[in-house]
């Protein structure tokens, strides 16, 4: 049974940082993408990077380009999102996906088979 814990989330001012981390269990495939989404209260999930298991290939939402850097320790399971300049609109419940399937995107979370339960990120201005 795949499980997929988020960790790292709290409650910051704006322009700091936080780490949020995603350990998988029960997940074999070590070829795929794992990624990090986002949905803030009233709001679409969105797609907020994209980390590729195998080759380490990233991607990253507009929105946080140059802010935000998504990375993994293969060692540990574990997916880790690194926040810096973090600002008030990046308030959500922060996801973590793991495995696309055949033909998906990684922005788009209808195409991801696994799921966290998610942690909360606040940035107060």
């Known amino acids: 049974q795949v499980q997929l814990v988020e960790s790292g989330g709290g409650s910051v001012q704006a322009g700091g940082s936080l780490r949020l981390s995603c350990v998988a269990s029960?997940?074999?495939?070590?070829?795929?993408?794992m990624g990090w989404f986002r949905q803030a209260p009233g709001k679409e999930r969105e797609g907020v990077a994209a980390i590729h298991t195998r080759y380490g290939g990233t991607l990253y939402a507009d929105s946080v380009k140059g802010r935000f850097t998504v990375s993994q320790d293969k060692a540990k399971n574990t997916v880790y999102l690194q926040m810096d300049n973090l600002k008030p609109e990046d308030t959500a419940m922060y996801f973590c996906?793991?495995?696309?399937?055949?033909?998906?995107?990684?922005?788009?979370?209808?195409?991801?088979?696994?799921w966290g339960q998610g942690t909360q990120v606040t940035v107060s201005s």
């Open positions: 029960g997940y074999t495939s070590s070829s795929n993408w």
């Open positions: 996906a793991a495995e696309i399937r055949s033909g998906g995107r990684w922005i788009s979370g209808s195409d991801y088979k696994y």
